[in-house]
């Protein structure tokens, strides 16, 4: 019956109106029927919304606030944190993203996400090239399924360009 949709279903059917498909936001595929949407904040792309075109029913990622909304504290591998800075610390312990996130492509029903928990030296650069800082780049690494869950612990790994997949 109509009246029984649950909310991930009524999501699915606000977010493609096309109010979610034009100006602030943009969506993009993301491989095995699944989609992100991505909406501007304060300039930047933030990825806030995934959407399940098999079973249509989308789940909100992240908030207007910058906040992980699917990751909790038990999500985050501690021990691969233990040397980092303490701000990069306070960032994941706020589950906060105001970073570069990066959701990849789907493969088996599950995405790597790529959350930047410090920006390299070069994020806080203007136009002209002043205001560089000396920060190095902290990524952590993880994996979620189709509902935004997260399926393999967020990890620091020294090397920021590897893969889980």
């Not at 029927?33 to 098999?54: A, G, N, V």
């Not at 906040?67 to 990069?88: F, G, H, M, R």
């Not at 993203?97 to 959701?103: E, G, K, S, V």
């Amino acid at each position: 019956m109509p009246g029984d949709e649950s909310y991930e279903q009524k999501m699915y059917k606000l977010l493609n109106t096309e109010h979610y498909t034009t100006g602030r936001y943009r969506t993009s595929d993301r491989l095995e029927d699944m989609s992100l949407i991505e909406q501007t904040i304060w300039s930047w792309w933030k990825p806030r919304f995934l959407l399940d075109h098999r079973i249509q029913c989308a789940y909100e990622i992240m908030d207007s606030y910058y906040e992980l909304v699917t990751v909790t504290d038990e999500d985050i591998d501690w021990d691969s944190l233990k040397d980092l800075p303490e701000n990069a610390i306070a960032r994941a312990t706020a589950h906060n993203a105001m970073f570069p996130t990066l959701i990849y492509g789907f493969h088996n029903g599950v995405a790597e996400v790529e959350w930047q928990i410090n920006p390299d030296g070069k994020y806080w650069m203007d136009d002209d090239g002043f205001g560089m800082t000396n920060d190095q780049e902290i990524a952590l690494f993880g994996l979620i399924d189709r509902t935004g869950q997260v399926v393999k612990k967020f990890t620091y790994k020294p090397s920021s360009n590897f893969l889980l997949l």
